[in-house]
């Protein structure tokens, strides 16, 4: 018998697995880097999770304020993948990263990455 909860893979930029109900079937929503409005989003239907930041430029830091995702889909690893996107992209692009996001530091934390250690501000 089946599990109840099957793996299934989301491609943005690049793939990342989360856990879903009822569908083995894959999916490929896209992350979208909004640099007008300085966010990432994923379009969840009518909704979207998306990730905030702010860019100090002269000083090359950007802020990842915050991620949102909608209560219908938490618990997906959705902001895992909002969280992804933006530390690969923010570190291709040279930039330190200052976590203010609480879920950024843990995910942070959770997924030490040579590439990002680097470009991460530590707290003091």
Aim: with cysteine; net charge positive.
């Amino acid at each position: 018998m089946a599990s109840r909860f099957m793996l299934r893979s989301f491609s943005y930029s690049k793939k990342v697995s989360i856990c879903t109900k009822m569908s083995s079937q894959v999916e490929a929503p896209q992350v979208v880097h909004d640099q007008e409005n300085m966010e990432f989003y994923v379009k969840l239907g009518r909704d979207k999770a998306y990730l905030q930041y702010d860019i100090d430029s002269a000083k090359k830091i950007v802020d990842l304020q915050h991620t949102v995702v909608p209560a219908a889909f938490r618990g997906h690893g959705i902001g895992k993948v909002l969280a992804k996107a933006s530390f690969e992209h923010f570190a291709e692009s040279n930039m330190q990263m200052k976590l203010t996001c609480w879920y950024l530091k843990k995910y942070y934390q959770e997924n030490p990455l040579p590439h990002h250690q680097e470009k991460v501000l530590v707290d003091s």
